[in-house]
């Protein structure tokens, strides 16, 4: 469902919390007025005027909404984190990365395996892998042509290996203290994660001039 009027303003899904701050960052050091969006309440529709005659609607969703809204037209860009376009994205451009949110999608296993990782291959069981992120996963073991058992958990994958539920598990990582605490460490690295701009499809060919504009606003 796209919107196809041209008059109408931009609508940008922005991915709430931390990525939500950054962003207001983001457009306030290019001269946007944040104002509402900082003092916003319980409201998850905010205008934002970026000059030019430019006006947008800047909406507050979770990240996989992001990812729904931005594909199907309702918004026509949206800012979210890379892991979310890894795990659900299917159908958008994305055109920017945005230098902020960054951390990086891991495997982790207990610290035995740290001297050796490929050891942790080794044995004739299949490993089970414990993660939120199973599209991410099962790339990344296809990949390396390993026979993997996935098993998803929404909480705290780190739990999973202590309690012998688990060989490893693939998550984000930022610091990595919250491994180290629970006696596991990083195996292997993913891939890099940090926010990126996302564009509806159709919005980028019917409403291209506004939306590089808004792109060069920001210094993107």
């Known amino acids: 469902m796209y919107n196809e009027k041209n008059d109408a303003p931009l ?3 922005l991915t709430k919390g931390r990525l939500e701050k950054n962003t207001i960052a983001l457009f ?4 946007v007025d944040c104002a509402n969006l900082r003092d916003k309440g319980r409201k998850l529709v905010f205008p934002l005027d970026f000059g030019n005659s430019i006006v947008a609607e800047v909406l507050l969703v979770k990240p996989y909404d992001v990812i729904t809204y931005v594909e199907h037209g309702f918004c026509d860009l949206g800012i979210v984190g890379k892991d979310t376009i890894m795990e659900h994205g299917k159908s958008f451009y994305e055109v920017a990365d945005l230098g902020f949110g960054k951390c990086r999608m ?3 296993a207990k610290a035995e395996y ?3 990782p490929e050891q942790f291959y080794h044995g004739y069981g299949k490993k089970v892998i414990a993660t939120k992120f ?3 996963a099962r790339e990344f073991f296809a990949g390396k042509q390993k026979d993997i058992e996935i098993i998803k958990i929404e909480g705290s994958v ?3 290996p ?3 539920f688990a060989d490893g598990i693939v998550d984000i990582v930022e610091t990595g203290t919250t491994l180290k605490e629970n006696g596991l460490e990083v195996l292997e690295n993913i891939c890099e994660i940090s ?8 919005s980028m060919k019917m409403k291209n001039n506004k939306i590089d504009s808004v792109i060069k606003k920001l210094g993107l």
């Open 162 to 164: 202590l309690l012998g």
């Open 106 to 108: 891991a495997l982790a």
């Open 11 to 13: 609508r940008i899904a």
């Open 114 to 116: 740290l001297q050796n």
């Open 195 to 202: 926010a990126r701009l996302i564009v509806n499809i159709a």
């Open 134 to 136: 199973e599209n991410i």
């Open 28 to 31: 306030e050091e290019h001269g």
């Open 158 to 160: 780190e739990i999973a």
